[in-house]
């Protein structure tokens, strides 16, 4: 099946500090992404859709200027928490859309900022 | 972000019983999905419906996608430790370009 990619799998950074988080497929060319959070015993939530070649559609609520998503190319998309505070801490899951709009999941990134 | 409503929210249950879990939606999805998480980890996709009415099986797990588009449940039958997990329903609307919306999650634990 489709393969997706995340890295890191664990990040703890400063506060303050900006964190790039890399979201691939690996076998599929994937023209759309998503980005989401998900809280300890919470449900994925998701933050902003991203296109290739275009920007991101942001969910509402999630500042579009502290996360930051560039969609460069068809198996690549990043999303960066810039001057990320304790709040930020969770676990963020990327999903590449496939052929016939399949979603599949990423193995996620667990975000710890100090 | 809109959730959908999924229970129960969390069950505790002895190795080899049954297992029911359901979301209902105020809209209607033209996809249901239902994945798993383990702890850690993304999701992982264990069923997949796209047609009204349908039922699906994969092993022990069985999921239909309710006739009116709102509601799907998924059975677990003969419960085993390994299925101790989050489980997540997931919807998409209308076009395929389009994001899931998840449910809160039920919490399963097996005693054995």
């Known amino acids: 099946g489709a393969v997706v990619s995340q890295h890191p799998s664990r990040v703890i950074c400063k506060s303050g500090t900006s964190v790039k988080i890399e979201c691939r497929s690996l076998d599929f060319q994937a023209t759309t992404m998503f980005w989401y959070r998900q809280f300890p015993k919470q449900s994925l939530m998701l933050m902003a859709t991203s296109n290739e070649g275009s920007k991101a559609t942001y969910e509402q609520g999630v500042e579009k200027d502290k996360f930051l998503i560039n969609h460069a190319s068809l198996t690549l998309s990043t999303l960066t928490v810039t001057s990320a505070h304790p709040e930020d801490s969770s676990f963020y899951i990327c999903s590449a859309r496939g052929l016939a709009g399949k979603k599949f999941f990423g193995p996620g990134t667990r975000l710890t900022v100090l | 972000g809109q959730q959908l409503n999924q229970s129960p929210q969390s069950m505790f249950i002895q190795e080899g019983e049954d297992v029911s879990m359901n979301c209902t939606s105020s809209s209607i999805f033209n996809t249901w999905l239902w994945y798993k998480q383990d702890p850690g980890e993304g999701p992982v996709l264990l069923i997949a419906?796209?047609?009204?009415?349908e039922l699906t099986s994969n092993g022990r797990l069985t999921a239909q996608f309710g006739i009116t588009r709102k509601d799907s449940f998924l059975n677990i039958s003969a419960s085993i430790p390994s299925d101790v997990g989050i489980y997540f329903c997931?919807?998409?609307?209308?076009?395929?370009?389009?994001?899931?919306?998840f449910g809160k999650g039920t919490t399963l634990s097996v005693s054995s």
């Open positions: 419906l796209y047609k009204a009415g």
């Open positions: 997931a919807g998409q609307a209308n076009q395929a370009g389009t994001a899931l919306i």
